[in-house]
């Protein structure tokens, strides 16, 4: 049976977003199943799928697998070059990514994703400049330690760039911008074709979640 990626609001949903970018750069196929967050009917929606209640999960038959770094995990054993072929790179890879996955509580917040919108401002408090700081430099250390086999953090795509493509969609509305690794970085994402795609389809949506529109 063909697998199915369940997913909230493509204009908001970031964590909707990594594990479609992981899929979409492996070549797995999966159908697309799409549920409008906060919406009277989301929550029985989604449980139809999500044992957790929350999106996005991964159905594949009668199995499911729910959080966006284990479905990318799941994913990396069909299509195992999502993690660097070296050891010590998959190593900090592993770690760049549940850092993300856990962490960055501020920039969440503060900026939140919105794939729309462009020419937002909003305060950025010392935590969430501490945030885009700790984004830099991991950036720039995966770049110049991992990066000379291509654009990407560890030269090819791995799940490290889908765990990170989403901070693209909170930095480009609310003009963050670091000279360097950190634009040239937002330029390869803004250049993707997945992601192009992704922001395209948000474009169609109807929804506007007034909670996630920050800094008109």
Request: aromatic share 10%; charged share 20%.
């Amino acid at each position: 049976m063909r697998a199915q990626l369940v997913i909230g609001n493509k204009n908001y949903s970031s964590w909707s977003l990594r594990p479609w970018l992981a899929a979409r750069h492996a070549g797995i196929a999966f159908d697309e199943i799409r549920i409008a967050l906060y919406t009277p009917e989301s929550a029985a929606q989604i449980r139809h799928y999500s044992p957790s209640g929350k999106v996005p999960v991964w159905c594949e038959g009668d199995m499911r697998v729910w959080d966006s770094l284990a479905i990318c995990e799941y994913l990396a054993e069909r299509a195992p070059a999502l993690w660097p072929a070296d050891a010590a790179a998959r190593a900090i890879a592993r770690s760049v990514s549940a850092e993300m996955h856990a962490g960055f509580a501020a920039l969440r917040t503060g900026m939140t994703m919105n794939a729309r919108a462009r020419g937002r401002r909003v305060p950025v408090t010392p935590e969430i400049a501490a945030d885009i700081d700790r984004i830099e430099a991991i950036w720039t250390d995966c770049r110049k330690r991992f990066g000379a086999g291509g654009p990407w953090l560890f030269g090819a795509f791995s799940i490290a760039d889908a765990m990170f493509g989403p901070v693209v969609l909170r930095f480009v509305p609310y003009g963050v911008s670091r000279p360097g690794v950190v634009d040239d970085y937002v330029a390869t994402w803004m250049a993707d074709a997945h992601l192009q795609a992704w922001m395209a389809a948000a474009e169609q949506e109807s929804e506007v979640l007034e909670q996630f529109e920050c800094g008109r």
